[in-house]
């Protein structure tokens, strides 16, 4: 499975991204996909997750209200839709995958709030 993330950018506070994440390869069989971010000086965090055929979805408590995640299946790509960013909501922004028990990441794109 590969994966490509577009995207990112810089924006001010208060404004919005939407995160692109595309896969190919075998991507039949992908039962869980998620976003990552990984800030400065902190460990990598799980922000959103949506599973086998899209109606449940997981976010981190300091993005819901703002985030959504979504996934269009027969474009096999997955978004994340990110409203009222803030500054701390900058990181580098990673997509995931996981076919069986093989995890497949992207290549991450950054994200930068200014205040």
């Known amino acids: 499975v590969q994966l490509v993330e577009s995207g990112g950018g810089l924006v001010q506070a208060g404004g919005s991204l939407r995160l692109s994440c595309a896969a190919s390869g075998s991507t039949f069989s992908i039962n869980f996909m998620g976003w990552y971010r990984r800030a400065p000086g902190k460990q990598r965090e799980l922000v959103a997750a949506i599973f086998s055929g899209g109606s449940s979805t997981n976010y981190v408590d300091s993005v819901k209200g703002r985030f959504t995640i979504s996934r269009d299946n027969a474009e096999n790509t997955m978004y994340l839709q990110m409203n009222s960013l803030k500054p701390e909501d900058t990181a580098v922004y990673y997509c995931?995958?996981?076919?069986?028990?093989?995890?497949?990441w992207g290549q991450g794109t950054q994200v930068t709030v200014s205040s």
């Open positions: 995931s995958v996981r076919v069986g028990i093989f995890d497949y």
